[in-house]
């Protein structure tokens, strides 16, 4: 069954509606590796190597980390934009033909935000709620042992019994 899976997700048929040219998977060697790609990689790898250099003998700032941060946190946002409409398209493709295109897209769209709105509300519903119990088992806790002194270190009179205590039990000992 497995076998059946893998031929059909594998074999692309040249008559299919989606697909409009013959698909070959055969490889090229020289696509991979040639005396200018090997000779590129070397120059990359030499001027990495001296970019982390000069990184590290440049006095650290904080201007440069909140830069990074900012950069780090566009970087996130533009991935997140482009795994959506990839998303989206992906999306679209599952719709059948006879709707038309953009029809397809506005109503796959509409129904991403829609899910993506519901799982963030039941995620943050559920941390308040969490963060509601704590504090009201917090809160319990004190109210219920109000009338107990502190157990520690609080009272210095019974660091004192315990020291003295300590003493006459070393000396029954000695």
């Not at 074999?11 to 590796?33: E, H, I, R």
């Not at 959506?84 to 059948?96: F, M, R, S």
């Not at 397809?104 to 969490?130: D, E, G, M, Q």
């Not at 004190?142 to 300590?166: H, Q, V, W």
Request: aromatic share 8%.
């Amino acid at each position: 069954m497995a076998t059946t899976i893998l031929h059909n997700i594998f074999s692309v048929s040249p008559y299919s509606p989606k697909c409009s040219k013959k698909q070959t998977l055969a490889l090229n060697p020289s696509q991979f590796l040639s005396p200018n790609s090997l000779l590129n990689l070397k120059k990359q790898s030499l001027l990495s190597t001296i970019q982390i250099k000069q990184l590290r003998s440049r006095k650290t700032h904080p201007f440069p980390v909140v830069f990074a941060a900012q950069s780090n946190i566009v970087r996130v946002l533009q991935t997140v934009w482009k795994v959506g409409k990839d998303g989206i398209e992906a999306g679209t493709n599952l719709v059948p033909d006879s709707v038309p295109r953009p029809v397809a897209r506005i109503s796959v769209t509409i129904v991403a935000i829609t899910l993506a709105i519901f799982v963030l509300k039941s995620f943050l519903s559920t941390v308040f709620f969490v963060l509601a119990m704590m504090g009201v088992i917090y809160f319990t806790f004190i109210a219920l042992n109000k009338g107990e002194g502190p157990r520690g270190g609080g009272d210095t009179g019974s660091t004192e019994d315990s020291l003295e205590e300590a003493r006459r039990i070393m000396e029954k000992y000695k």
